[in-house]
């Protein structure tokens, strides 16, 4: 999953399925902890994974506070915790707790990008935690995570479906982020979506069509390229292909569902950041009789000066032409 995507995705939802996680994912949680980085690269993280049916669940499920008994159904309960005497101190900063945190958020994302619900939790009973994994005594349980995949909310009691339902609120960027001096909000520039996307029609002909009955995937890529072409010639009036001041650096490509003959397609696309010599498109393949999106891209085009044969700058001519393009 694309990064932005796995942040949007995550949520600390409650209703759990009780289809149990294949132990790959856990590892892929536990390798992406791993590689989390820690002051003095001391890692002070250590994780218990705790599967049903194994000895100490059942008490460490005793340990969750009434309010998070719905944890109980997840299949895997893994506890994070470390112990201040392996983690790094800075004057007075001491650094367990923070590393931990870092090491748990990496685990968590882990867990979104392979379809996972992950739920981090502090209601819980820390002497009950202790005895039920045989914790060293000066190791301090921090939080405990539930592991699982989604489930029904009408599976929950009324009590946890109220709390899954409440929507979603964060401060906003200007309380939380300073810029200069402390008290001065970070003002942000760019919009959360972009005021306008381009969209447009993308004809298949018969001789897009591979042997598999579909659009074959190299076939894809050209789409996109003749949906950038046309942004370029209906947004800068670019005449000929020399007009279109930037080349194809980069492209990511996710394919979802094929593309058969008989669909209708249409490419949207729009800016997600400019730099100072590049932009980058997001854009989609869909069709817009139901929706279906087949193919998603995040392309990366660096301006090119074709006299020098070299990277340039963005111009500011660009900039104010594709402001309506930019997301966040
Ligand atoms: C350290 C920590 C402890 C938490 N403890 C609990 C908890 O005991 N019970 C619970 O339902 N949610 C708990 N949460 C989840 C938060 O309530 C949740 O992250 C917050 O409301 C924001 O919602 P979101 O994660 O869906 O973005 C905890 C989260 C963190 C990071």
Not at 183 to 191: C, I, K, R, V, Y
Not at 228 to 255: P, S
Request: glycine share 8%.
């Amino acid at each position: 999953m694309e990064f932005h995507k796995i942040l949007t995705a995550r949520k600390s939802g409650r209703a759990f399925s009780d289809r149990p996680v294949e132990p790959g994912k856990i590892e892929r949680m536990i390798e992406a902890a791993r590689w989390s980085p820690s002051c003095a690269n001391r890692q002070p993280w250590r994780f218990v994974v705790v599967e049903k049916g194994v000895p100490g669940r059942l008490a460490l499920e005793e340990a969750l506070d009434p309010g998070n008994a719905w944890a109980k159904r997840a299949p895997v309960l893994i506890v994070a915790g470390a112990r201040k005497a392996d983690a790094a101190v800075v004057e007075t900063r001491e650094y367990f707790l923070f590393d931990t945190g870092l090491a748990t958020m990496s685990l968590l994302y882990r867990g979104v990008d392979q379809g996972l619900l992950v739920h981090p939790m502090a209601g819980f009973r820390e002497a009950l935690v202790k005895t039920a994994l045989s914790l060293p005594e000066e190791f301090l349980p921090v939080a405990m995570v539930a592991v699982g995949y989604p489930g029904k909310r009408e599976d929950l009691d009324e009590e946890a479906r109220k709390k899954d339902e409440k929507p979603r609120v964060r401060k906003g960027a200007g309380e939380i982020a300073f810029r200069g001096l402390f008290g001065t909000a970070f003002q942000g520039t760019l919009p959360a979506t972009p005021a306008k996307v381009y969209e447009t029609d993308i004809p298949l002909r018969f001789g897009d069509i591979d042997a598999m009955g579909h659009v074959n995937n190299a076939v894809t890529m050209t789409l996109f390229e003749l949906g950038r072409v046309k942004f370029f010639a209906e947004v800068f009036e670019a005449r000929k292909v020399e007009d279109i001041r930037f080349i194809l650096a980069e492209a990511t490509v996710r394919y979802r569902v094929p593309i058969l003959l008989q669909d209708r397609v249409r490419l949207r696309m729009f800016i997600t950041d400019i730099s100072r010599s590049s932009f980058r498109f997001r854009c989609e393949l869909f069709d817009p009789r139901d929706g279906r999106v087949f193919t998603e891209a995040e392309t990366v085009q660096v301006m090119y000066d074709y006299e020098t044969g070299r990277p340039c700058p963005v111009s500011p001519e660009f900039q104010e032409k594709v402001k309506d393009y930019v997301g966040g």
